[in-house]
């Protein structure tokens, strides 16, 4: 190390007069000279350096190691060494510094390349009152750099010592996303509900009665972002138990740093227990038990009982003074084939045990029907953890078994259909696999429903329908992302399936979707048809429909040629009339089916002509009134003729409206604007460009420009300004040009 001294000057007085920063600076530079140029630079810039002098990589490696330094300052060419192998030697250190390149030959493509190669800055020797500044600058970002690495360091610290306050809590933390699906569980969870519930989820263990509340909170949470919701749930414990848990729930989905909904979990079990047992009076618990629906009791540890609810009479049709005084009374209500069940769950019920325990049986009430009941009952303690006895719920859910019966009995039904009509119905889950397959599929593939439901959709399919059907799927997968569907839609698909034997069916499928009760999707039901000869029966009906309209184009074009042979002038003129009227329609974006309109209107336009004597047609010289009246006719006769052949389209009104004009001035209605069919503008349109354009008997050609002059010079007067520029589009753009 050195210190650099000079003799004082009057600017080195001045500069002495300022406060100097010590700067530690490592100088790669072949010449002494050099190095105390800049280092009287330094000085200048109010520093007091202390610097080491290497030329060699050797040597600057040692010096790296050796440090610390605050700043390299590099000669770019030197005889065995150079600024950008300085800066590779720099850069294999990893030390953080500024690296100031200093040279007086290189041009500005090196500067650049030094830049891009990792150079702090690049000064000129000339140029060394910018050297200060850029140390700084690189000081500077060294800086920036250094702290925003220590920010780092701390957020990390912050984030493991938060982690380990979460997974240590007594209480239980867990991030849901939008479907339910679990995002993040704390491992108190596991120290909470056992081990065994933490893969399973906090949704999976909530208490059935729980369900509907917890659903309705879910709701309510997505409706209202950064909402913050309490509740008590119970979830159940892996060793069956039920646990009482306070939950507050936030809404934190629009929280880029969370993106869930964060519930905090409260283990109340204990909590609730020791708040019931402070219930010393049972005075208490009757005021609460008299006004309920179900009919309550709380049986001593001698199975004698202290109280029985008023509902009881309601369902038993005994008043609650009869149950008190005959404590085997209820037994003999028990349904005769239940009472081994009811008797197995009292004996199981009188020991000394906190469990919950439900049970469902029938009775015989007074009135000789059958009931079910569903039995609900836990054990008391008092505060000294004595055991009390049980307190009993009984519920009257005949209607609800009635109900389920009679479900199953639906369900028998349709399966019973399911599996013996012709059609096959199938369900598939969102993975396509098969959950069910009736029998059908036998009779209308060969294969046995086994083999059907372990059989992939690709060998299904054929490559083609597999590709239609996924296409499908993807659409309606789309639908369901956007949130705007009907959720009771059912979609269509034919698709071509294999057999047993290897030949093939075509089958029309429809698809229902099965929700849960969030409405997301679970399953896929559907009922697959033959329709293999209905798709024969379509193909051949399409070959001869493709027959019968070949058949029906022939004549059009026969028509067409025997109006022409009578006036060999204009034989290819409604060819001509009908290629440009199609170039136009298609232009203006009409279908395929109303561009073969335009072209069947096209070919039997002149029509009517069949009707004008030849000489006239053929006259060369200018027609008399008489003469041009009889022309006029042809329209007219044009659509008597066609107006009794059954097109499915409106030909012959087309025909009768191609010489009419949008300012009613046309022939031989003088009908108007809106009145007139769009396939008669564009076959008027059409008419007039071929008609000008081409040889008459009475005039020579008057060529393309006349044409287009013509309907140009009156759009929007005799002709559809719409399809004129279309016309245009379609000579100018298109280079349209007659066959």
């Known amino acids: 190390m050195y210190l650099i001294s000079e003799p004082t000057t009057p600017l080195a007085r001045d500069a002495d007069q300022h406060p100097r920063h010590e700067i530690r600076v490592l100088i790669v530079d072949d010449s002494e000279d050099d190095a105390l140029v800049t280092l009287r630079e330094l000085k200048r810039g109010g520093y007091s350096p202390t610097f080491q002098r290497v030329d060699t990589a050797e040597a600057m490696t040692s010096a790296l190691k050796d440090g610390p330094w605050d700043v390299i300052i590099c000669d770019y060419i030197m005889p065995s060494f150079n600024g950008l192998a300085a800066l590779n030697v720099f850069k294999a250190s990893g030390l953080d510094l500024p690296f100031i390149l200093v040279s007086g030959k290189?041009?500005?493509?090196?500067?650049?390349?030094?830049m891009k190669s990792g150079a702090t800055d690049y000064v000129m020797k000339d140029n060394l009152n910018r050297l200060v500044p850029a140390i700084e600058r690189g000081l500077y970002e060294v800086k920036v750099r250094r702290d925003s690495r220590k920010a780092e360091e701390a957020l990390q610290q912050h984030e493991e010592r938060f982690r380990a306050l979460i997974e240590n809590s007594s209480d239980a933390i867990a991030v849901i996303n939008r479907d339910g699906t679990t995002q993040y569980v704390s491992p108190s969870l596991g120290r909470m509900l056992g081990e065994g519930r933490v893969g399973a989820g906090i949704l999976e263990a909530v208490h059935p009665e729980d369900t509907q509340l917890v659903s309705d909170t879910f709701v309510r949470l997505l409706q209202y972002p950064s909402v913050t919701i309490q509740l008590e749930v119970r979830l159940r414990h892996e060793d069956s138990t039920w646990r009482t848990i306070e939950i507050t729930v936030t809404n934190l989905l629009h929280d880029r740093a969370v993106e869930g909904i964060v519930i905090n979990c409260r283990d109340i079990t204990e909590r609730k227990q020791a708040g019931e047992a402070l219930q010393k009076s049972r005075e208490e618990f009757r005021l609460i038990a008299d006004f309920t629906y179900?009919?309550?009791?709380?049986?001593?540890?001698?199975?004698?009982?202290?109280?029985?609810?008023?509902?009881?009479?309601?369902?038993?049709?005994?008043?609650?003074?009869?149950?008190?005084?005959?404590?085997?009374?209820?037994?003999r209500l028990v349904f005769p084939e239940d009472r081994a069940t009811y008797n197995n769950h009292i004996q199981s019920g009188l020991v000394e045990s906190a469990g919950f325990a439900e049970i469902d049986f029938r009775i015989q009430p007074r009135t000789g029907e059958i009931r079910w009941i569903s039995h609900c009952c836990q054990s008391v303690f008092g505060s000294n953890g004595i055991w009390l006895g049980r307190r009993a719920s009984n519920r009257d859910i005949t209607e609800r078994k009635k109900a389920e019966e009679a479900l199953r009995e639906s369900e028998s039904h349709y399966r019973l259909l399911a599996e013996n009509v012709s059609d096959v119905i199938w369900i598939m889950d969102t993975n396509f696999r098969y959950s069910y397959m009736s029998p059908s599929i036998t009779h209308q593939r060969g294969y046995s429903v086994e083999e059907a439901m372990t059989q992939p959709l690709a060998e299904n399919l054929t490559p083609a329908s597999l590709e239609t059907a996924m296409k499908l799927i993807v659409e309606e997968e789309a639908k369901e992302r956007t949130g705007k569907y009907d959720p009771n839609r059912s979609i269509n698909m034919e698709v071509e399936v294999s057999c047993k034997n290897g030949s093939t069916i075509w089958t029309e499928n429809k698809v229902t979707y099965l929700r849960d009760s969030n409405g997301q999707i679970t399953d896929y039901l559907g009922v697959s048809r033959d329709i293999t000869e209905r798709q024969q029966a379509r193909k051949q009906l399409e070959q001869g429909l493709r027959k019968l309209e070949r058949a029906m184009d022939g004549t059009i074009q026969a028509i067409a040629l025997t109006v022409?042979?009578?006036?060999?002038?204009?034989?290819?003129h409604q060819r001509r009339v009908a290629q440009l009227g199609c170039a136009i329609?298609?232009?203006?974006?009409?279908?395929?089916?109303?561009?073969?309109?335009?072209?069947?209107?096209?070919?039997?336009h002149d029509i009517g002509k069949i009707s004008v004597p030849q000489e006239i047609l053929s006259k060369p010289g200018k027609l008399t009134d008489i003469e041009f009246q009889l022309i006029k006719v042809h329209s007219q006769v044009g659509y008597d003729i066609l107006k009794t052949v059954e097109f499915p389209w409106p030909i012959a009104d087309i025909v009768i409206q191609h010489h009419e004009r949008m300012n009613g001035s046309g022939y031989p209605s003088g009908i108007r604007e809106d009145k007139l069919l769009i396939e008669?503008?564009?076959?008027?349109?059409?008419?007039?460009?071929?008609?000008?354009?081409?040889y008459r008997?009475?005039?020579?050609?008057?060529g393309m420009e006349?044409?287009?002059?013509?309907?140009?010079?009156?759009?929007?007067?005799?002709?559809d300004p719409n399809v004129v520029q279309a016309c245009l589009r379609v000579f100018d753009e298109r280079g349209f040009k007659f066959e």
Request: charged residues 25%; proline residues 4%.
């Open 697 to 702: 008997p009475y005039r020579e050609p008057l």
């Open 294 to 331: 179900d009919w309550e009791t709380w049986i001593d540890q001698n199975g004698n009982y202290l109280y029985v609810s008023p509902s009881c009479e309601r369902i038993t049709g005994y008043r609650a003074e009869e149950f008190l005084r005959d404590p085997e009374l209820m037994a």
């Open 585 to 604: 329609a298609q232009e203006m974006g009409f279908t395929s089916e109303q561009i073969q309109v335009i072209r069947i209107a096209g070919l039997l």
């Open 706 to 719: 006349k044409a287009i002059e013509e309907i140009s010079c009156n759009s929007g007067v005799l002709y």
């Open 680 to 694: 008669a503008r564009i076959l008027g349109v059409a008419d007039v460009v071929e008609a000008m354009s081409s």
């Open 106 to 114: 290189v041009g500005e493509d090196k500067a650049v390349e030094a």
């Open 564 to 572: 022409e042979s009578r006036d060999r002038y204009t034989a290819g």
